[in-house]
């Protein structure tokens, strides 16, 4: 706990903090066996369920805890240190209430809907955003999933990749094109509808937890009400996705966790051409000095960021450069930390029994989650034209 000391504004965030702690200690005991296998840890799930985590950022007046972004970001970061891929997977289901907190783009009767659904029925959701043929839905391409109105209802079409939790998930919200009309709307789909399947094509090497399948959608029939969101707000009234912070969190608790094992290994490693373990060497200091700076680095302004998200309302607006920068900067410096941490270890990092391989795996994978790094780069550019006052 005492990475997260400085951190804890409160007793009620130390008690969250436990919970995370002890599903994280649990989950670190079979993260390599689900990592191996690659499946869906379906126990881990049954866990945070038993637990209330997977409802924690439900509203209190609909059932759950209410959680903010700042409290959201600390437990998931934690979990992440236990197992990444739980913690990527249960990131998305929480965000998605979470953002809903915050942008209010459903009505009262659906966010209460949705949320008695994962309240009352522990159920699991995720959005199913990504194609073969679009690639990235932040680049902005038109799903080329189908939605068209037949018979007062839709009749929905297409393939989702990258669907994570697909194995696990009771609803997706998957984007399509309505009526051909060049507009895109999410829609809720029961993932028992007739119609839906899943083809297993995440076998990656990468965050292999969280079975981010490809959901196929076959003529699958859902009723009017199904459209819950339709076209984009306006860029002036839409709110930047706070929620994603939850992405940088996850790869800053697998460079935590590298950065533990490290710090072990160095303070137990003792060749016979020293004295002593291998955290008396000069090299070793430098090496465990720098993960240390990087992790500060990236957590400081997460942190930092997240905190003025809770707190300061009226600046929520313009924080979409300072979001996107969090992504950049603690996705590369968990990846830094993660290979600084495999230096020290040396060699037997690299063997399949030693978790350090999987860290090393996995943290890769936050490069492409979003935002991309050039999408962060080219945001801050334009923020920057945009902000300009010209000499002074
Ligand atoms: C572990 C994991 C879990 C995920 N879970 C989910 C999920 O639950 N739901 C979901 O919907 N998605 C999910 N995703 C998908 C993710 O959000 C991305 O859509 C996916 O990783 C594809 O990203 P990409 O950059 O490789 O794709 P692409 O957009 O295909 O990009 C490929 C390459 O082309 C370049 N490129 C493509 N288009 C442009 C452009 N317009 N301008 C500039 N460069 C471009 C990119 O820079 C990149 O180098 C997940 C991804 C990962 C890795």
Not at 255 to 261: E, L, V
């Amino acid at each position: 706990m005492y990475l997260y000391e400085s951190y804890l504004k409160d007793n009620h965030q130390k008690d969250l903090l436990e919970l995370a702690d002890g599903l994280a200690r649990t989950f670190s005991k079979h993260a390599e066996e689900i990592d191996e296998e690659g499946r869906f840890p379906y126990e881990n799930f049954d866990a945070m369920k038993e637990k209330g985590y997977t409802s924690l950022t439900v509203p209190e007046k609909f059932g759950g805890k209410g959680i903010n972004l700042y409290e959201f970001i600390m437990l998931q970061e934690r979990i992440a240190s236990g197992d990444a891929s739980t913690a990527l997977s249960v990131g998305w289901h929480l965000g998605i209430m979470l953002e809903m907190v915050d942008d209010q783009e459903w009505s009262d009767d659906l966010f209460e809907r949705m949320a008695r659904l994962v309240v009352d029925e522990n159920a699991l959701i995720n959005r199913a955003a990504t194609e073969p043929a679009s690639g990235s839905p932040t680049r902005g391409a038109m799903p080329e999933t189908r939605a068209i109105q037949r018979d007062n209802g839709w009749v929905i079409n297409g393939r989702k990749s990258f669907t994570s939790m697909a194995p696990g998930l009771d609803y997706a919200l998957v984007s399509g094109e309505i009526n051909q009309s060049g507009k895109k709307g999410f829609f809720l789909v029961d993932m028992k509808s007739k119609g839906i399947s899943i083809e297993k094509k995440w076998n990656t090497m990468s965050m292999r937890g969280t079975r981010s399948d490809d959901l196929v959608l076959q003529d699958v029939k859902l009723p009017l009400d199904a459209l819950i969101e339709e076209s984009e707000k306006p860029r002036d009234k839409k709110l930047p996705k706070a929620w994603l912070l939850h992405i940088p969190a996850c790869y800053l608790g697998v460079a935590i966790a590298a950065r533990n094992y490290a710090i072990k290994f160095a303070s137990e490693y003792s060749p016979n051409s020293l004295p002593g373990p291998i955290k008396d060497v000069a090299e070793v200091q430098r090496k465990i000095g720098e993960m240390e700076l990087e992790l500060l680095k990236a957590r400081e302004m997460m942190y930092s960021i997240a905190w003025r998200w809770v707190t300061e309302p009226d600046k929520r607006k313009g924080m979409a450069g300072e979001l996107a920068a969090v992504k950049h900067v603690a996705t590369n410096g968990a990846s830094t930390v993660v290979d600084l941490a495999m230096r020290i270890v040396g060699a037997r990092g690299l063997f399949n029994d030693c978790p350090m391989q999987r860290y090393y795996r996995d943290v890769r994978a936050g490069l492409h989650n979003p935002p991309m790094d050039d999408a962060v780069i080219s945001l801050l550019a334009a923020n920057a034209f945009d902000n300009h006052q010209g000499p002074n």
